[in-house]
């Protein structure tokens, strides 16, 4: 299999270009989740009702990224991106504008089929887009993500200081974002449906893509990865600061306070991941996230008081922050060379629902472990399942591989 010559500048645009992407999705994420509460008040949804909304986003989504594994056999996954976003993007206005509780239940709808269409075809250029530079560059995409995620939390803490309502609030935010999604996505990177096309079917530009079936003893080490990070991470945007207030005894407001901790040091552990992948290698940068973000967690259950758990979920920032990008880059790289992009696609669809699994697992299985047990021995389980990661660490190494078209075969350290 030989790497498709793309342009020196075109390849920069289309980093560019899906980077902002990134930021967006993180941005508009944001702005849902930290204003559930605001939601919930406006349509006078019950505490009761509450939690059925906010499960069938993540199940939605899952069904999403199904069902664009199934498009981009025919369709371009640039494509699918350049229109789930700005979709994502005003379906988060109608959550903010409707009218009713069963029109604002469609707009979730909306909102969770598009982001799961959305997640699958970003990483999909992430990983394709990797392929092309032949180094790391997924943990920067996903940096972007983080940094658009604490704009927009930034944005929400600034709505409801000023008291704005959901529609004033997301109205121009949208404004902004929606044109921005449209413009940036005329530069996105595509592999080239050539090289998969090719064959007794020709090689037309819009033919089907063949794709060959993955085996699942390929996928489940890195699904299994998948689905315990996101376990790890909704354990902390659910619960640090019930777990500061209630456990280590922190006042209100500095129990607001490790979310963003963790928010920053996930952005500024994914700024740097990359050169960590290209100095070292994915299998020890992923090995030293795993250990520190499980230390990160011993930490918070340990801690004896409020400013020691803040140093727990820094060092769990740090820690889980490269995970999950090297967990689709793996999964990429693997289906890539063993049955081309096709395969690689696919690969990115199936392991990205996992991300939802590990979401809609994490905050129930704390709260239950918490209210059962105790809130520090709950944060032990998903110290151990990231532990787990070292099992599977090797799955994160770079296979033997061909080049062609001029490429120079990467170095194991070099490809991410």
Not at 224 to 250: E, R
Not at 360 to 384: E, H, K, N
Not at 393 to 401: D, L, N, T, V
Request: charged share 10%.
């Amino acid at each position: 299999m030989t790497v498709p010559r793309v342009p020196g500048a075109r390849l920069r645009h289309g980093r560019v270009s899906l980077a902002l992407s990134f930021f967006v999705q993180g941005a508009v994420f944001a702005l849902l989740v930290t204003r559930i509460p605001a939601i919930q008040d406006r349509y006078g949804i019950s505490d009761a009702l509450l939690p059925a909304f906010l499960a069938a986003v993540p199940v939605l989504a899952g069904v999403g990224s199904i069902g664009t594994e199934q498009l981009v056999k025919r369709v371009r996954p640039s494509r699918v991106l350049r229109w789930a976003q700005p979709v994502v993007c005003l379906a988060l206005l109608a959550v903010g504008a409707v009218g009713s509780v069963a029109q604002v239940a469609v707009a979730l709808a909306v909102f969770g089929l598009s982001v799961g269409a959305l997640d699958a075809s970003m990483n999909m250029l992430g990983v394709s887009l990797q392929r092309a530079y032949g180094r790391s560059i997924m943990l920067g995409f996903h940096a972007a993500y983080s940094l658009g995620g604490i704009v927009g939390a930034s944005l929400a803490w600034a709505g409801a200081h000023w008291k704005l309502s959901l529609a004033l609030l997301y109205g121009p935010v949208v404004a902004v974002l929606v044109p921005l999604a449209l413009i940036v996505g005329r530069w996105f990177v595509d592999r080239d449906r050539r090289q998969d096309a090719a064959g007794p079917a020709g090689g037309q530009e819009g033919a089907a893509v063949a794709v060959v079936p993955l085996g699942k003893r390929l996928l489940l080490p890195l699904c299994l990865v998948m689905a315990f990070a996101y376990i790890g991470d909704s354990t902390v945007s659910n619960w640090s600061a019930k777990y500061l207030q209630d456990v280590l005894g922190s006042s209100e407001q500095l129990a607001t306070v490790p979310y963003n901790v963790y928010m920053v040091t996930t952005l500024l552990g994914r700024a740097v991941g990359d050169l960590g992948v290209r100095r070292f290698g994915a299998v020890a940068v992923v090995r030293t996230g795993a250990v520190v973000a499980a230390g990160g967690f011993a930490v918070v259950a340990a801690a004896p008081g409020a400013w020691a758990g803040m140093a727990g979920f820094t060092l769990l920032g740090l820690g889980l922050c490269v995970i999950v990008p090297q967990t689709f880059a793996a999964a990429g790289r693997y289906a890539f060379e063993r049955h081309g992009p096709g395969a690689s696609d696919m690969a990115v669809a199936r392991l990205n629902i996992f991300n939802y699994v590990g979401f809609l697992i994490g905050s129930p299985l704390v709260g239950a472990l918490g209210d059962a047990w105790s809130y520090r021995g709950a944060m032990l389980v998903p110290m151990v399942l990231v532990l787990v990661t070292l099992v599977y660490a090797r799955s994160f190494g770079a296979p033997e591989a061909r080049y062609g078209d001029g490429y120079e075969r990467p170095r194991t350290a070099d490809v991410g």
